[in-house]
C-alpha cells in the first residue's frame, strides 16, 4: 500500500504561478506515487477573510477547479475541504487544551506570518491558532509525510512543539517527568469516534 500524503492550500484567492512552481507540479507527480489528500483549509483560511467570509465559498471552488487544471486527478486524489469534516474542528478544540499561548509564540512561522500580516485590529485566535488546527488535520488523515518536504510520527509535535501519543483512546502528554493522560477520542478509519 502507498504512503499516505497530506498538502493543501488556504483558499484566501485563484492559486498563481507561485503555487505552481512552488508546489502544484509536485503534486501532479506525486500523486502517482503516494495516498493522496489534498485539504482546502478553509477554516484556516477565514483568518485572512474574516471581514468577508462570502468570498470562501467562491475561493474553495476556484481552488478546487485550479486543482483540477494543472492535472491532479480526482480518481488518484482524495480531495477534502476542511469545513465539512466537523471532526477537525472538534479535535483542534481539544488540542486548544494541551498548547500554551508561550508555545504558540515560539512557533517561528507564525511569527513570520504575523509580521507579513501586519494585522492592525489585533490578531484574530483562528490565525494565532492554525498550527494547532493543522495538528488536528495532520491527526486524522494520519499521512507518513505532509506536502514533500517532513515526515514525523507526532503531528502535535511537528505542528506545535507538544509531545504526545493516542494510547487506547486516551490523549497521553509526555511532558518531562509528568504524563498527563486525557480521555476522550480515538482515531478510527473514517475519522474520530467517540471513546466510551
Known amino acids: 500500500m502507498a504512503k499516505r500524503i497530506l498538502t493543501g492550500d488556504r483558499p484566501t484567492g485563484p492559486l498563481h504561478l507561485g503555487h505552481y512552481v512552488g508546489s502544484l507540479q509536485n503534486r501532479v507527480k506525486l500523486q502517482n506515487e503516494y495516498d ?10 477565514l483568518t485572512d477573510n474574516f471581514e468577508h467570509p462570502e468570498m470562501l465559498e467562491a475561493n474553495v471552488m476556484e481552488v478546487a477547479f ?11 486524489v482524495k480531495f477534502v475541504v476542511q469545513s465539512m469534516v466537523p471532526e477537525l474542528t472538534e479535535l483542534t478544540i481539544y488540542f ?6 508561550a508555545t504558540l509564540e515560539r512557533n517561528p512561522t507564525l ?3 504575523i509580521q507579513q500580516k501586519n494585522f492592525t485590529k489585533g ?3 483562528g490565525f494565532y491558532t492554525y498550527p494547532i488546527s493543522q495538528a488536528a488535520d495532520i491527526t486524522i488523515f494520519d ?6 518536504k517532513a515526515t514525523f510520527e507526532d503531528p502535535l509535535q511537528y505542528a506545535v512543539g507538544i509531545p504526545y501519543v493516542i494510547v487506547n483512546g486516551t490523549v497521553v502528554i509526555d511532558k518531562g517527568k509528568h504524563t498527563h493522560a486525557h480521555p476522550g477520542r480515538v482515531l478510527h478509519g473514517r475519522g474520530i469516534q467517540r471513546e466510551m
Do not use: H, R
Open 36 to 45: 493522496t489528500y489534498v485539504l482546502i483549509a478553509d477554516i484556516q483560511a
Open 143 to 148: 499521512p507518513q509525510t505532509v506536502s514533500d
Open 66 to 76: 485550479d486543482y483540477l487544471a494543472v492535472g491532479l486527478d480526482p480518481d488518484k
Open 123 to 125: 490578531i484574530p485566535v
Open 96 to 101: 486548544m487544551n494541551l498548547v500554551t499561548v
Open 111 to 113: 511569527k513570520s506570518e
